[in-house]
């Protein structure tokens, strides 16, 4: 088993350092940094920064396959501070990562769903990945969430630039973890880690009707790894 390195504090200070630099936009939000009155706890930024640094120093224990993302959703890693993860999951006692919620509960605005907030990616994800989950550690490439143009709550693509802005954070992640594997879940992951000049395997992204062919793709790379031991 992987043992959690004595510089793990000078890596999180680094890593914190890139997350709260960049300043939210009309069009990006910085949930490291910012809070939105209608929709956040006063403290929310402090949550989700902490989420992650209890999330990263608990996996980077025993992680050895790094799998990278897109990017922070609306539902999932907007409240939760944790790739592909929602505040629900860190509530409940069986999941196997903990934390608080951030969000405001009820609201000052309406929402499409109740706090604490969870998305289907992050549901369908950890769903096919508990086998796995002391094997990996999950990652956006563009850790912020981008959104359609002063409406908070929606989905938009990061930009090239957006995503290269970031790798830095990548870098640093991979350098300390040392993966035996990457794995990039969508093609905006794909296209940055080819940037990168990164090795990696590639499965599809497990929403829009992606589910099947991300378990198949997961399942055939985990096979190759457990193969390898």
């Not at 510089?7 to 960049?22: A, D, M, Q």
């Not at 501070?81 to 919620?101: A, M, N, R, V």
């Not at 999950?138 to 359609?148: N, Q």
């Not at 640093?172 to 969508?186: N, S």
Request: proline residues 7%.
């Amino acid at each position: 088993m992987k043992m959690i390195l004595p510089n793990f504090s000078l890596f999180w200070r680094e890593l914190e350092v890139i997350l709260t630099g960049f300043s939210s936009t009309s069009t990006v939000f910085n949930q490291y940094r910012d809070c939105n009155h209608e929709i956040d706890l006063p403290a929310a930024a402090s949550i989700r920064i902490n989420n992650l640094r209890g999330y990263m120093e608990k996996a980077m224990g025993t992680a050895s396959v790094l799998v990278v993302g897109e990017a922070a959703g609306p539902w999932g890693c907007r409240f939760s501070g944790i790739p592909f993860t929602g505040e629900k999951q860190l509530l409940d006692k069986s999941f196997p990562y903990c934390g608080e919620q951030s969000s405001k509960a009820p609201p000052g605005r309406q929402t499409k769903v109740k706090p604490p907030y969870i998305s289907k990616s992050a549901e369908m994800f950890w769903e096919i990945m508990q086998p796995h989950q002391t094997e990996v550690l999950v990652w956006d490439a563009f850790p912020l969430h981008s959104h359609k143009a002063d409406d908070v709550l929606t989905v938009r693509n990061p930009t090239t630039s957006e995503v290269a802005h970031f790798r830095k954070a990548l870098l640093l992640i991979k350098t300390y973890m040392k993966p035996r594997e990457v794995i990039a879940v969508g093609r905006k992951a794909d296209k940055e880690l080819a940037a990168m000049g990164e090795p990696r395997s590639y499965v599809r992204h497990p929403s829009r009707g992606g589910k099947g062919e991300f378990c198949a793709g997961m399942e055939e790379i985990f096979a190759r790894l457990t193969g390898k031991r």
